[in-house]
């Protein structure tokens, strides 16, 4: 069965299997884009709202921010390609994965000092962090397996 230039089989009108497998990919990496991206710039924006909310200092959101926006955007431009690099994908996962179970440590031994409010959001965006890795790295593996 052959393909056509828009990744369709001639034979079922169907997505070519790598294609759908990228496309998973992209979907999940644009979601992690979009997600880090925002919340980067709310720590941005937002640092001494969100400081007076988590009760922590504001100077650490700063920093955080400014990493999550560059990093959001990294992730947004490999959402970005027809083909997500392997090498690209790999990285954000295992950033992803490094910065979830570094949140739960900072929420065990409560480094920034945060209330309850501060460690219950830490604990969730670590949830959320895992998640968008195992996403990444199941679509990858996908897209491997189609190729």
Same mark, same amino acid.
């Given at each position: 069965?052959?393909?056509?230039?828009?990744?369709?089989?001639?034979?079922?009108?169907?997505?070519?299997?790598?294609?759908?497998?990228?496309?998973?990919?992209?979907?999940?990496?644009?979601?992690? *884009? &979009?997600?880090?991206?925002?919340?980067?710039? /709310?720590? =941005?924006?937002? #640092?001494?709202?969100?400081? $007076? +909310?988590?009760? @922590?200092?504001?100077?650490?959101?700063?920093?955080?921010?400014?990493?999550?926006?560059?990093?959001?955007?990294?992730?947004?431009?490999?959402?970005?390609?027809?083909?997500?690099?392997?090498?690209?994908?790999?990285?954000?996962?295992?950033?992803?994965?490094?910065? *979830? &179970?570094?949140?739960?440590?900072?929420?065990? /031994?409560? =480094?920034?000092? #945060?209330?309850?409010?501060? $460690? +219950?959001?830490? @604990?969730?965006?670590?949830?959320?962090?895992?998640?968008?890795?195992?996403?990444?790295?199941?679509?990858?593996?996908?897209?491997?397996?189609?190729?």
């Amino acid at each position: 069965m052959t393909t056509t230039a828009h990744g369709s089989s001639r034979l079922t009108d169907t997505p070519a299997p790598a294609t759908s497998a990228a496309t998973l990919l992209r979907r999940f990496l644009a979601l992690d *884009a &979009v997600v880090t991206t925002g919340n980067g710039i /709310i720590y =941005l924006a937002f #640092s001494s709202w969100v400081a $007076t +909310l988590f009760d @922590v200092s504001a100077t650490p959101l700063v920093y955080i921010g400014i990493f999550l926006t560059a990093f959001g955007l990294f992730v947004g431009s490999l959402a970005l390609s027809k083909t997500p690099s392997a090498v690209g994908t790999t990285i954000v996962a295992d950033a992803n994965i490094i910065w *979830a &179970v570094g949140s739960i440590v900072v929420a065990a /031994i409560g =480094l920034l000092g #945060s209330n309850t409010w501060g $460690t +219950l959001w830490t @604990v969730a965006q670590a949830v959320v962090v895992g998640a968008f890795a195992g996403l990444q790295l199941y679509g990858l593996k996908k897209l491997k397996a189609a190729q």
